[in-house]
């Protein structure tokens, strides 16, 4: 009987563990079910959030302070002019940099090329070829004069050995064979003497012939040389004149703005006129800039060590530079400044209207976008995303330029809004 009453016990508990266990399960179930219903819901706002969020991160860097302008460079150059008129014969490349004395170009009236050229060139002909047998005919009479030589010296010997072996009539033919050998030599070597001095004369002669042609040459075609080093240029804008280290310091601010390039240049073969340019030669060791500064640029300037930075926007070089001149402030303020640039690019002495950046500091440290930074009533501050919101930071910006600022208050890599107007606009929470 107790084995009876047993039975519907158990059946009752295993009925109580199966309800448990299932009811656990389904909570089980409901909880992980809610928990990634939680989790897209989530991802799908964070997803929202983000989407009208436009955000950098603070990173280490450095920043130009300064100002951009335009400028005109300035060149140190002399300008070489034609003193008669002709043909130009270019006879090195454009943009070679040429030592004081070379022959950069000639200038020939075109009757006195085609009567004197060809002579000249039929007396260089006829001496390059009289040169060519000349060579060939001495190394002839040299290689005789060296096989008779030989053979003086082979008689010789063998003449040692027909005495040392006692034999009389080896030593008489070779006596005699000896006597032959040294008058072919005596010949050979009298008459390549006699033959290099004959040689030699008829060679003065063709030189002096060329020479005579050449000397005449020359007194009809004028020869321009470079007086000092530098970089040649067959190119001309028309300001060459006008616009000179020293000229420059007296340019106003409406002739700055006024200077106009007129391009023009030479080329091999090219008829020029008496008193036209012919090429420049650049000094290619000095470098200045002329610029028209409002008189707030003028004072930061005027105030501070300057660097030029120059080239496109995207890749500016930087420059040690100095203040060379300021003109008189016109009544607006403006005034031209000349600034001398050391260390440039070679390809800035081709230029003429260039975009430079006047650098007067450069600040390292944590960077952003300028337009992260927020005025706020006790200073600046930025909006740093946080859970589903934004919280206020306050910064000190340290320097910065009009695309970039270096700020105090923030770490590396910590996210700001770049578009802190969202804030207000999609009403984003702002944590305290």
Not at 47 to 64: I, N, T, Y
Not at 78 to 101: D, N, S
């Amino acid at each position: 009987m107790p084995s009876e009453r047993s039975a519907p016990d158990g059946d009752r508990a295993r009925r109580r563990r199966l309800r448990s266990f299932v009811m656990g399960g389904a909570v089980l179930v409901l909880a992980v079910t809610s928990l990634t219903v939680w989790s897209l819901r989530r991802a799908t706002a964070i997803s929202a959030f983000e989407s009208r969020l436009e955000c950098a991160q603070a990173a280490w860097g450095s920043v130009q302070e300064g100002f951009d302008t335009e400028a005109v460079v300035v060149r140190d150059e002399t300008v070489i002019v034609a003193p008669i008129e002709g043909k130009v014969r270019l006879l090195v490349a454009e943009g070679e940099r040429v030592k004081a004395g070379t022959v950069v170009a000639e200038i020939c009236r075109e009757e006195a090329r085609q009567q004197l050229e060809p002579p000249l060139a039929e007396a260089k002909e006829e001496l390059a070829k009289f040169d060519a047998y000349a060579r060939a005919r001495l190394t002839e009479l040299k290689n005789q004069v060296d096989s008779c030589r030989l053979d003086v010296e082979n008689e010789r010997r063998a003449l040692d050995r027909a005495r040392a072996s006692r034999d009389a009539s080896g030593e008489e033919k070779h006596k005699a064979a000896l006597g032959r050998a040294d008058t072919a030599l005596a010949a050979a070597s009298r008459r390549l003497a006699e033959e290099e001095k004959a040689l030699k004369v008829r060679g003065q002669a063709l030189a002096a012939k060329v020479q005579e042609r050449e000397r005449s040459y020359r007194q009809a075609v004028c020869e321009l040389r470079a007086k000092e080093p530098g970089v040649v240029s067959f190119e001309f804008d028309g300001m060459e004149n006008s616009l000179t280290p020293s000229s420059a310091k007296d340019l106003t601010p409406d002739r700055v703005r006024s200077l106009v390039t007129s391009p023009v240049s030479v080329s091999d073969g090219s008829e020029v006129a008496e008193g036209e340019p012919v090429f420049r030669l650049i000094n290619n060791y000095r470098l200045l800039v002329l610029a028209v500064l409002s008189n707030e640029d003028d004072q930061v300037l005027a105030s501070s060590r300057v660097r030029v930075a120059c080239g496109s926007a995207s890749d500016m070089g930087l420059f040690p530079a100095r203040v060379v001149s300021r003109g008189d402030p016109t009544p607006s303020g403006d005034r031209a400044v000349l600034v001398e640039v050391s260390g440039f690019p070679q390809e800035l002495c081709a230029a003429r209207r260039i975009r430079v950046r006047f650098v007067t500091r450069t600040c390292s440290g944590l960077t952003i976008p300028r337009r992260a930074i927020v005025r706020s009533g006790e200073g600046y501050l930025v909006y740093v995303p946080v859970n589903l919101g934004v919280v206020r930071k306050p910064v000190e910006i340290v320097g910065g330029d009009q695309d970039t600022v270096v700020v105090r208050g923030l770490k590396e890599g910590e996210r700001v809004l770049t578009n802190p107007s969202v804030v207000h606009e999609a009403r984003i929470t702002v944590w305290r």
